[in-house]
């Protein structure tokens, strides 16, 4: 399935250059053929687009680092379609991840429409994505394209007569640097940038949240671990299930074109990835940019605001972007107040915050707000919230088994089969799935937690998730006997301190 632009695009808005270093030939026009709006969606805040997948509205990731446009696993759990394994792989930061495949009938984004196609699905993630689709370098960079954070567009141009002219019309004293010789047509190009003066190979990423160097490109600058500065944060998590080390520091000077960012703070990743550098959404945030394919080179513009961002700080953006109504924005918020790692705690914020996020329909908002409800006697409620959750992100296995107890508690055990079964029909037999077999009366206790320990790495976590999951389980069947020995087990090996906060049990929950 090939996406393209619509040949009658090709009548779109002329836009003639009246700014450039030299004056233009007046043959010399700019057509616009295209937009699209951009939005902050999930967790992370990532770029997305609205498009449509078998006629149902649908997010897009909008992703220049993916070879090629995309389904997720959420988008066709949500549409009902079925995969096949097609046996091959792809390789992100989370190492190897599976790759399905299905049939669509009419994938749709901004003006440009495909229609009965096999397409690629994409599996394993280090977290649930918030968006159905991926949308890769092979449309989005097929004409010249220029992003926007701050207008919230994508702008596709074709130049007519224009051959080298100088195409950043918005500023004449736009930053120009050509592609590296091995940029591959169609692909994500490369340029080259310098950190603390070693130049590196470096690529612009719509798909990568924050910029990021690899820790073996780190080390050619001379950075080393163990100096001050130099602070370890949480694994980075991305395509693929494995994690990777993840350390957070400054160098004196990063220089991409003639523009020197001083002091510039970036993630150091331990990660095995071709590119030394990527620039992320915080570098597009402070620089418009556009991506001259037709001349093989990046033209940018800085246009205020810290030019990355910073660790340990709120950024504005996102508490603009809350106050706006982003419910994505609010759970984010929510989370950041909760958390008071870069904010002072506060939980009533955190839980205000919460609940508009859950209002506007964040599926991770209700599926939080619908877990503490139903383990605070508010099952009804935490039903209906786990139920809109999952509608949105029918993915989140766990919130599938969490909606199952809320309905046996309900006095509802043929919906509670009903709804996991589904549930379960749509993805393999990775984990929680032995859970949900259990549930449904296909795998004994015993079983469950030989599965439970099958991966060393994660033994121990699934274990105690299996204890908690069955004690649960018999819990909402009124089987006290059973339950009893296993709350025992739990607490002995693995329980964490209980909370009256609905954000703040997000920590204790597995999701």
């Known amino acids: 399935m090939n996406l393209s632009f619509l040949a009658a695009l090709a009548m779109g808005l002329a836009l003639p250059l009246t700014v450039s270093a030299a004056p233009a030939p007046a043959s010399c026009k700019y057509v616009e053929i295209a937009k699209l709006p951009l939005n902050y969606t999930g967790p992370s805040l990532e770029i997305t687009t609205t498009g449509s997948i078998n006629g149902t509205p649908s997010v897009m990731l909008l992703d220049i680092g993916a070879w090629r446009t995309l389904l997720t696993r959420t988008g066709t759990e949500r549409l009902g379609l079925r995969l096949r394994n097609t046996g091959h792989h792809a390789y992100g930061v989370g190492g190897i991840a ?11 984004t901004g003006p440009s429409r495909a229609s009965k196609g096999v397409m690629t699905v994409l599996t394993d ?25 701050a207008a919230k567009e994508l702008k596709f141009f074709r130049p007519l007569d224009c051959r080298d002219e100088f195409l950043a ?27 603390n003066g070693r130049e590196l190979i470096a690529m612009i990423d719509t798909g990568a949240g924050t910029t990021s160097i690899t ?12 100096a001050p500065g130099v602070n370890r944060l949480s694994d980075a998590v991305g395509v693929g299930t494995r994690k990777r080390a993840r350390w957070r520091t400054r160098f004196a000077t990063l220089q991409v074109g003639d523009e020197t960012i001083r002091n510039a703070e970036v993630n150091v990743i331990d990660s095995d990835v071709p590119t030394d550098v990527i620039l992320g959404a915080d570098f597009l945030r402070s620089h418009r940019v556009l991506f001259a394919m ?7 513009s800085y246009i205020g605001g810290v030019p990355l961002d910073e660790y340990g700080k709120l950024a504005p953006w996102i508490v603009a972007e809350a106050e706006a109504g982003n419910a994505d924005a609010q759970m984010a918020l929510a ?12 939980t009533a914020l955190a839980d205000s915050w919460l609940a508009k996020a859950a209002s506007g329909g964040n599926p991770q908002a209700n599926i939080r707000t619908g877990r503490w409800k139903m383990t605070h006697g508010q099952l009804a409620e935490g039903a209906a919230h786990l139920r809109t959750g999952l509608d949105r992100l029918p993915s989140h296995h766990q919130a599938a088994l969490w909606l199952h107890i809320a309905r046996l508690r309900l006095g509802q055990p043929e919906l509670a089969a009903s709804e996991l079964q589904a549930s ?25 937690l030989e599965e439970a320990a099958d991966d060393k790495t994660t033994a121990r976590a699934r274990t105690c998730q299996a204890i908690a999951a069955m004690g649960e389980w018999h819990g909402a069947r009124g089987e006290k006997e059973q ?23 997000a920590q204790e929950d597995p999701a």
């Open 215 to 226: 820790l073996d490109a780190a080390k050619r600058t001379g950075l080393q671990l163990d």
């Open 483 to 505: 339950e009893r020995p296993l709350a025992a087990r739990y607490k002995a090996e693995c329980a964490v301190k209980p909370t009256d906060s609905a954000t703040a049990q």
């Open 169 to 195: 019309y918005w500023d004449p004293k736009a930053v120009e640097l050509p592609f590296h010789r091995d940029s591959r047509e169609g692909s994500n190009p490369l340029f080259t940038v310098s950190v």
């Open 424 to 448: 379960v029909a749509r993805y393999d037999d990775e984990w929680p799935r032995p859970v949900a077999d259990f549930y449904l009366g296909k795998l004994s206790a015993a079983a469950l």
């Open 294 to 300: 037709s001349q093989r080179k990046l033209y940018f």
């Open 98 to 108: 599976r790759l399905y495949e299905t049939r669509v009938n009419e994938f749709v």
């Open 125 to 149: 993630f280090g977290y649930v994505p918030s968006y159905d689709a991926i949308v890769g370098a092979p449309f989005l960079l097929q004409a010249d394209l220029e992003i926007s954070l």
């Open 335 to 346: 989370d950041i107040y909760a958390k008071g790692k870069i904010v002072t705690k506060d």
